[in-house]
């Protein structure tokens, strides 16, 4: 049975990490990619690396466990066993499991294809201030760094829709304007702790006044137990979207 773990293991340290990364797909989490121009909200808060999460005061609001790695972990024993519990407990994160789904879309654009990445904890960051072509270049860049994202922090869903409504453009509000972003895809594992507005309701209030002309698709994705459903049900139903119960 050891010998079992040990080859296993071996799998993961090796071979599993990197195996991802070549990968293409013409869909994120089961919906097809037909639209040209997309952006990522992409949770990376404490609970989606399995740590203790806490909101921008400080108040402790969720963590994980790693009960699976740790077992066999101790199972293997010694240094082979430790670092078998590490990369098992990497590539159980949530976060490692998102990674493994946005990067093949990635490689999967074509050059007419338009992208960005926005990742939000308790604060909001944009990969790029403006939309991108996928040349080889952009998606080398955009691979590299979702790859090296780290967790941490609350879930500041309210101001990550912001700024990729923003990304959008005019276009949101004015049917005469060029529409820069024609699908958004929130991905969370929890509920809305930081930002602008955390009630649900605001947000969907705020959201349908951003995209009063109904011209952009908002699909959202909810990773495990603890994301308030409803809510991203609701923001997909009022969306033109769908809702991803993962």
């Known amino acids: 049975m050891k010998k079992i773990l040990i080859i296993t293991a071996l799998f993961l340290i090796v071979i599993t990490p990197s195996c991802y990364l070549l990968k293409k797909s013409s869909d994120y989490y089961g919906v097809d990619l037909n639209e040209k121009r997309y952006v990522f909200l992409i949770d990376i808060s404490g609970s989606m690396e399995g740590k203790i999460e806490k909101d921008a005061k400080g108040k402790v609001i969720g963590m994980a466990t790693n009960k699976v790695a740790n077992a066999i972990g101790n199972q293997i024993g010694g240094e082979l066993g430790g670092l078998v519990s590490g990369q098992i407990k990497k590539s159980l994160t949530k976060l490692e499991k998102a990674k493994k789904k946005i990067i093949p879309v990635i490689n999967g654009f074509t050059e007419d294809n338009y992208f960005s990445i926005i990742i939000f904890e308790n604060k909001v ?122």
């Open 125 to 246: 960051r944009l990969w790029k201030t403006e939309m991108v072509q996928a040349t080889k270049s952009n998606k080398t860049k955009a691979v590299s760094y979702i790859k090296l994202l780290k967790s941490g922090g609350g879930t500041n869903i309210s101001d990550a829709l912001e700024q990729a409504f923003t990304l959008a453009g005019e276009g949101t509000t004015d049917s005469t304007k060029v529409l820069n972003v024609e699908t958004i895809f929130l991905l969370t594992d929890g509920q809305p702790s930081a930002g602008k507005h955390t009630n649900p309701n605001d947000i969907l209030s705020v959201v349908s006044e951003w995209n009063k002309l109904n011209r952009i698709k908002v699909h959202a994705v909810g990773l495990g137990d603890n994301h308030d459903k409803n809510f991203m049900q609701e923001m997909a139903d009022q969306n033109n979207g769908v809702y991803i119960d993962k």
